[in-house]
């Protein structure tokens, strides 16, 4: 899995997250209908939040909440509709932490 985007070249929706938890995290994307294109935003902490843009071909996604990108999942989402924007905030302390669909 790599950890950055490459290039953007997709549909121009995206999964935004808001890292409101009192955790350092990291959010993985598992893009389906796609190959080549899942990657993780790294180590980012508190008060920033991270765009995902779907890439070209994705039908639907899986994000996973992670400590690290090779650490184990803590949470994880199910975006089943490529054609729209989601909007998530990461919610919680260390061992509590949760991916809390918002309205975008």
């Known amino acids: 899995m790599a950890l950055a985007p490459a290039a953007h070249a997709g549909t121009g929706n995206y999964i935004k997250i808001t890292n409101s938890a009192g955790i350092v995290a990291t959010t993985c994307y598992e893009w389906l209908g796609t190959s080549g294109a899942d990657y993780c935003h790294q180590s980012w902490p508190v008060g920033e939040s991270r765009t995902a843009y779907f890439p070209a071909g994705a039908t639907s996604a899986v994000v996973n909440l992670k ?3 090779w650490g184990a999942i803590r949470d ?5 509709d490529a054609s729209k924007n989601y909007c998530f905030e990461i919610q919680g302390l260390l061992g509590s932490e949760k991916l809390v669909k918002t309205g975008c």
């Open 76 to 80: 994880s989402s199910a975006v089943t």
């Open 67 to 69: 400590l690290s990108p």
